[in-house]
């Protein structure tokens, strides 16, 4: 996928162009556009923890509605 989106001109079929068009790679990483037109970045395992790990020491550190993060 990412030869693809980095190089256009590659030869691959009608059905994979299809499921690419969401896709764009922006500042050396991969995002797809979410439903809501939003850019979603895909994150590798350590940026992941990083992220959850920030996020929950941060101000989202105690919440009360747990099924709503889920």
Request: aromatic fraction near 12%.
């Amino acid at each position: 996928m990412v030869d693809y989106l980095q190089n256009l001109c590659l030869q691959v079929d009608q059905k994979t162009k299809y499921k690419y068009v969401n896709y764009v790679i922006l500042a050396n990483g991969l995002c797809k556009r979410g439903v809501d037109g939003v850019w979603l970045k895909y994150l590798g395992e350590s940026e992941a923890y990083i992220a959850l790990v920030e996020t929950h020491e941060g101000i989202c550190g105690s919440y009360q509605a747990s099924e709503k993060m889920k």
